[in-house]
């Protein structure tokens, strides 16, 4: 699990989550961010030996492709290339330790692209059988919410959500991609935060107009990241 603290968590609505992350360490969070993009023990789950080594090999070139050009060894803070990552990895991770969300890994790892796959960051499913998709922004000089909550609605615009179910199909359930269909579905916006008090961060969130659109659907979670 990599390095962070929460350090603040609101119920927004029945139905809307905003929680704030601080990481203890920049560089300890890249590391373990790197090490848990690289922990691929989820391909065990899978029991038909063409299904694991086909993602074995999906996951391999992403996790070799963020090595080589992301996350490298010794980087000491977070870039514009680095900090999507970030962002995603922890937001995920929140969503299944603070939240107790499904376990889906990364986009990255498991669509056929190794690099700059169309669609969402991160995924995952609550107990409602209602899956999350959720993306992720990073901007070095300001919050990057409305960059993230601008993209969410884009994608649902183009059905980007339907078209990343087939790449799901093996990592969740068959009940909460009906749900998707029927439009029961649920986003997260994962985005970089900077000084900005949490109650004037939640205030000017509450103002965006695509992030009044998303409270329309079935859930939203919203992550700062202190970064």
């Known amino acids: 699990m990599a390095s962070y603290l929460i350090t603040d968590r609101i119920q927004i609505d029945s139905h809307i989550t905003f929680i704030r992350i601080n990481p203890t360490s920049v560089e300890l969070t890249l590391k373990e961010v790197f090490d848990s993009l690289a922990n691929l023990s989820w391909l065990n789950d899978f029991d038909k030996v063409w299904i694991k080594e086909g993602y074995q090999v999906r996951a391999d070139a992403t996790v070799k492709y963020i090595a080589d050009n992301i996350i490298k060894a010794g980087d000491d803070n977070v870039t514009s290339n680095s900090g999507e990552y970030v962002i995603s990895e922890l937001a995920r991770l929140t969503l299944i ?106 205030k000017n969130i509450q103002e965006n107009e695509d992030y009044k659109i998303l409270t329309n659907f079935t859930e939203l979670v919203c992550v700062a990241v202190n970064i």
């Open 97 to 202: 330790n603070e939240l107790s969300y499904s376990n889906i890994p990364l986009a990255e790892l498991i669509k056929k692209q190794k690099r700059g796959n169309p669609g969402f960051d991160f995924y995952s499913e609550n107990s409602s059988k209602v899956l999350l998709f959720g993306e992720a922004k990073y901007l070095s000089n300001q919050n990057a919410y409305g960059r993230a909550f601008e993209q969410i609605v884009r994608f649902i615009n183009e059905s980007a959500d339907i078209g990343d179910l087939p790449d799901l199909d093996a990592f969740c359930s068959g009940a909460s991609k009906s749900n998707v269909i029927k439009g029961i579905k649920g986003f997260s916006a994962s985005f970089a935060s900077k000084d900005t008090s949490t109650m004037t961060l939640v």
